[in-house]
């Protein structure tokens, strides 16, 4: 098992580096963070333990199972899953350092009037909706700068950039047609000036499509199967997506 996750980073890294390379992008810019939906606590333990600092789960259960497991070992930890409003306590529980997932008004009141509780401040990401799938969470991308501005209010919350999942697609122009999308909207972000916002982050694409991510200008690449291995559970399940089910 170490062996295998080993091996996978080395490659996951190398095709970072081969990507950023033939971008011409500087490989310090980019980070890998690596999902670990449905993967214990056992084996994301060996990848902390060699080399690797940024994890993100999809679910609050998961993260509240393996936390006792994972919080002497240094590592930083975000939140990329759809956020229900009654969660939001577990997430500062358990040391969520960036919720990638804001998508809503009502989620970052919410957050916010926790965080001033605490007297805390969070990194957030605005989560946009590129594909235009009914299926996927996130902000239209037309509403994605006005909702920028009203949650830049939120003194608690540290707007550091934007998040897609984009289109489960092997054609990779559609791919890349979402993620240009988000890069545009950082920067029509930033030449608004808005104050409390920074649009650093982007983060964008997953193992099969890293390297048009990052060709696009991700900065943040999320990995999960390419390094633990291929899970049991459909992309449905992973990302937690159906709005069928949807919850505040």
């Known amino acids: 098992m170490k062996e295998d996750i080993l091996h996978n980073l080395t490659v996951i890294n190398e095709r970072i580096k081969k990507a950023c390379e033939q971008s011409g992008r500087n490989i310090d810019d980019v980070r890998l963070l690596l999902a670990t939906k449905t993967v214990s606590?056992?084996?994301?333990?060996?990848?902390?333990?060699?080399?690797?600092?940024?994890?993100?789960?999809?679910?609050?259960?998961?993260l509240k199972e393996k936390y006792e497991d994972l919080k002497d070992i240094p590592h930083e930890n975000h939140f990329i899953g759809h956020l229900q409003t009654n969660k939001i306590k577990d997430i500062l529980k358990y040391d969520v350092t960036c919720v990638q997932s804001l998508d809503r008004l009502e989620l970052a009141e919410k957050l916010h009037q926790k965080l001033l509780a605490e007297h805390r401040t969070m990194e957030v990401l605005i989560q946009v909706n590129t594909s235009n799938e009914e299926s996927k969470f996130g902000i239209d991308p037309g509403e994605a700068i006005e909702l920028t501005r009203k949650i830049s209010?939120?003194?608690?919350?540290?707007?550091?950039?934007?998040?897609?999942?984009?289109?489960?697609?092997?054609?990779?122009?559609?791919?890349?047609?979402?993620?240009?999308?988000?890069?545009?909207?950082?920067?029509?972000?930033?030449?608004?000036?808005?104050?409390?916002?920074?649009?650093?982050?982007?983060?964008?694409?997953?193992?099969?499509?890293?390297?048009?991510?990052?060709?696009?200008?991700?900065?943040?690449?999320?990995?999960?199967?390419?390094?633990?291995?291929?899970?049991?559970?459909p992309d449905s399940y992973y990302w937690n997506e159906g709005k069928t089910n949807k919850k505040t």
Do not use: H
């Open 41 to 62: 606590a056992e084996r994301i333990k060996i990848a902390l333990e060699n080399g690797q600092e940024l994890i993100a789960e999809n679910k609050v259960q998961e």
């Open 153 to 233: 209010n939120y003194s608690t919350l540290k707007i550091k950039g934007l998040m897609t999942i984009g289109l489960f697609s092997a054609e990779t122009d559609k791919v890349r047609a979402c993620f240009k999308i988000l890069k545009n909207l950082q920067q029509e972000i930033i030449t608004e000036n808005i104050p409390n916002v920074e649009m650093k982050e982007l983060s964008m694409g997953m193992s099969g499509d890293l390297e048009t991510a990052i060709e696009e200008g991700a900065t943040i690449v999320r990995v999960g199967t390419a390094v633990f291995g291929t899970r049991i559970y």
